[in-house]
């Protein structure tokens, strides 16, 4: 499918440069983490998540909705490869707190091959981070925002970490996923897709959330009835809505979403 990148570049309120390069790929980057949240909300409609690329760009930019990692990921890469990038869907396993990692196909990321090397983009992980990455394990961390971010390799397999600006000083790095280099096709993830969509054991099953990047690098979420507003800094301010008709008015004022 050819998309129509005019409508999608408005949809992320981008007016700069289209030219296939690592500053283009930020800035496209940062606006879609802030135009367009990371939403489960159709799970908790009833709404079917189908990952087609037509499907995608009906819901995302004509319907001016979120989603998650395989629709927003899925969608970022085609709107990349329209704009002449070389995109590759990447298989990640989610960290847990427990330290195991989730089953392949768990998230969805992406690699970016420029001329000066291939760089980790990101739009559907939630609170992360917010400019590419080199996928190159002997960078130096990036900062960005409150956090810290590295890429570690070791047999083929990468790891981003993160560690918070405040826990500099005792450098306390957290794993986020872990992924290898290996290409996939969009409908590859369709089976874990369907998993979070149905499982009482998604933690996408369990509660509504809907949360973008703010001006500020900070970050604004609804999650069920919590609005939760959090600086760059890392203040973070919380208002627990008193019904589901002031939940449906925050999703309008703060995310453009129409319920």
Not at 55 to 64: M, N, P, T, Y
Not at 88 to 101: E, F, I, Q
Not at 108 to 134: K, N, R
């Amino acid at each position: 499918m050819r998309i129509n990148v005019d409508a999608y570049l408005e949809r992320l309120a981008y007016r700069g440069s289209s030219q296939p390069n690592l500053a283009t790929l930020a800035a496209l980057q940062w606006a879609h983490l802030h135009e367009i949240p990371f939403e489960n909300l159709s799970i908790h409609s009833g709404e079917a998540i189908v990952l087609e690329e037509a499907a995608l760009f009906r819901k995302i930019v004509e319907r001016r909705r979120g989603g998650f990692c395989y629709e927003l990921n899925g969608l970022f890469a085609a709107l990349l490869r329209e704009l002449g990038y070389r995109v590759s869907l990447l298989a990640a396993r989610v960290a847990g707190a427990d330290g195991n990692y989730g089953p392949e196909f768990d998230h969805l990321c992406l690699a970016v091959d420029l001329e000066d090397g291939a760089y980790l983009v990101d739009v559907g992980f939630g609170d992360c981070f917010l400019q590419p990455l080199p996928l190159e394990p002997e960078a130096p961390p990036s900062l960005q925002g409150r956090h810290h971010y590295r890429i570690q390799a070791q047999g083929g397999v990468f790891t981003l970490q993160q560690r918070q600006v405040k826990q500099e000083a005792c450098a306390v790095w957290g794993d986020a996923y872990r992924f290898t280099l290996q290409a996939h096709a969009l409908m590859d993830f369709e089976p874990m897709c369907r998993f979070h969509q149905t499982s009482a054991d998604s933690h996408f099953t369990r509660k509504r959330i809907c949360s973008r990047a703010t001006d500020d690098g900070g970050r604004i979420s609804l999650s069920d009835l919590r609005l939760i507003q959090t600086s760059a800094e890392g203040l973070k301010t919380e208002h627990l809505l008193p019904s589901e008709a002031a939940c449906q008015q925050a999703l309008l004022d703060h995310f453009g979403i129409q319920a």
